[in-house]
């Protein structure tokens, strides 16, 4: 079931935390997340592995639709983000998901 985990109280409300771990520059589909047009996606290292050379990015991202619902006014668990990562990175990263 979809919720906001919690308000940030200036005007957020974090709708996802989870962690990935990073391929190299091979993508690394994260699914079943809630991913609207006016959303910010952060992420945070968690765990230094192989070599990491600047931060990750998105590189792709499917868009949620109404099918799934979600919290009030957020859209539903059914997208999905792609990200990339230097070369040799194979550190362990944080993801959050705010409106």
């Not at 308000?7 to 994260?30: I, Q």
Request: aromatic share 8%; hydrophobic share 40%.
């Amino acid at each position: 079931m979809s919720k906001t985990l919690w308000d940030t109280g200036a005007g957020e409300s974090v709708l996802w935390l989870g962690t990935f771990t990073a391929n190299g520059a091979t993508a690394v589909v994260v699914s079943s997340v809630p991913v609207g047009p006016n959303m910010t996606i952060e992420f945070g290292l968690k765990t230094v592995g192989g070599t990491p050379a600047g931060a990750p990015y998105l590189s792709a991202v499917t868009l949620s639709t109404a099918g799934s619902p979600g919290p009030e006014g957020s859209p539903g668990y059914n997208g999905s983000i792609s990200i990339k990562a230097a070369a040799d990175d194979t550190s362990v990263y944080n993801i959050r998901i705010f409106n």
